[in-house]
């Protein structure tokens, strides 16, 4: 289904969830689910937390249905609820010290093996990733990850398309600077 | 590009800045050439003509693109995951949402000194008493919505939290109404609504209040 059916399937279904009918909601959550997941992987770097931050997403997105404008699209306004929802997470992490066993060990010179190779280039940009500025880190997921428009990703953020522009691109040379240091 | 030096520049005799380290640090190469620019080109940003046909030919620019693009291989690759969700998530989405229908709702006030918090039953007893008041409404009652809202078999009482539902600065509320057939329906709705929004903002002082109704029952004097 293209993007515009999908869209209009999902305002069917906010149609019914709205009248109280759970089934409806729930066929949201499974069409949104994967990049709802992904959209909080991405952002925090960390499968189980995304996991808890994207059931407290949709839990909200219920909750919050009588607030939600039906000229936006249902995903936008999710992925906008899952983005604040990561980095109240991150928050949170940051007031705890970092285990030990995530740590990423720096690639060792004898360490050939192309998995391993691999493995520690995915840890390096989910740190990295993970560094980034709040906003910067947004705006790069939602463009270069989740492959959004400037204009998409702008009104998930609630803010221009030429500020998502620019931050977007301040997180991707201070990624590729970060990627070097790893190198 | 303006700033380039066509001295600093030139072709490359080998492979792509074979005989250049590129330095990614600098925030311009040797030709005059932003690194920025080139770092946004190297991830996917569609070059600006100018660049795209200096770079072609310059030492710098090719070194400086072909390191880039190497380090942003793994972005490019991790952009083309999804990463699949655990295989309970919907069942525990949908079992969080059903626990949310048995929690004792209430009303948030917040205030500077400290947060005032008004129990669902409370709204419940509100607004039914401000319907009570409307001409042509015999008898009312909040009514439990719970059932319906998570597709459950009905299981609580009239003027539970069920009846209510707080979304923001939005009170909801469901009433059960048995009319005396002295009024049009419609108008005794009408009035059931704004008095039971006026009462329930004027006692709480959020901005707005939903009332569904349903007409449950006529009396015949």
């Known amino acids: ?183 | 590009m303006s700033e380039h030096d066509p001295a600093a520049g030139g072709s490359a005799g080998g492979g792509p800045g074979a005989d250049v380290a590129p330095d990614l640090d600098r925030d311009t190469q040797p030709c005059g050439t932003p690194t920025d620019a080139l770092l946004d080109v190297a991830s996917g940003e569609p070059a600006p003509p100018d660049l795209a046909d200096h770079a072609g030919t310059c030492v710098h620019c090719r070194a400086v693109l072909s390191r880039a693009e190497e380090l942003w291989e793994p972005v490019r690759q991790m952009a083309r995951q999804e990463e699949p969700p655990p295989p309970d998530l919907v069942a525990s989405v949908m079992a969080a949402v059903r626990r949310l229908g048995r929690e004792p709702l209430h009303l948030v006030l917040p205030d500077e000194r400290g947060t005032t918090r008004v129990g669902a039953a409370v709204i419940a007893r509100i607004a039914e008493e401000a319907a009570r008041r409307a001409v042509g409404v015999a008898a009312v009652l909040a009514r439990d919505t719970r059932a319906e809202l998570v597709d459950e078999p009905a299981g609580g009482a009239p003027g539970g939290a069920g009846a209510v539902g707080v979304a923001d600065r939005l009170v909801v509320v469901a009433l059960a109404v048995v009319t005396d057939l002295s009024r049009p329906i419609p108008a005794v709705a009408d009035d059931v609504r704004a008095r039971v929004a006026r009462e329930l903002v004027g006692l709480t002082g959020r901005g707005g209040a939903q009332v569904d109704i349903y007409v449950h029952d006529v009396v015949v004097a």
């Open chain 1, 1 to 183: 289904m293209d993007a515009d059916g999908t869209a209009q399937g999902d305002a069917a279904l906010v149609a019914l969830a709205r009248e109280g009918c759970g089934g409806g909601f729930e066929e949201l959550v499974r069409r949104h689910q994967t990049r709802a997941h992904t959209l909080a992987v991405r952002m925090l770097g960390d499968r189980h937390e995304a996991a808890d931050v994207v059931q407290e997403a949709f839990v909200k997105a219920w909750t919050g249905l009588p607030r939600f404008d039906d000229r936006a699209a249902f995903s936008t306004w999710l992925y906008r609820i899952v983005v604040r929802e990561s980095i109240d997470q991150q928050r949170r992490r940051a007031r705890r010290p970092l285990p030990v066993e995530q740590d990423v060990e720096r690639p060792a010179t004898d360490r050939t093996d192309a998995l391993v190779e691999q493995r520690v280039r995915e840890d390096a940009v989910r740190r990295a990733v993970r560094a980034l500025p709040e906003d910067q880190r947004a705006a790069l997921v939602l463009t270069a990850f989740l492959d959004l428009e400037h204009a998409e990703a702008a009104e998930v953020l609630e803010t221009t398309p030429d500020a998502v522009r620019g931050r977007a691109a301040r997180a991707r040379r201070a990624l590729m600077r970060e990627m070097g240091e790893w190198a």
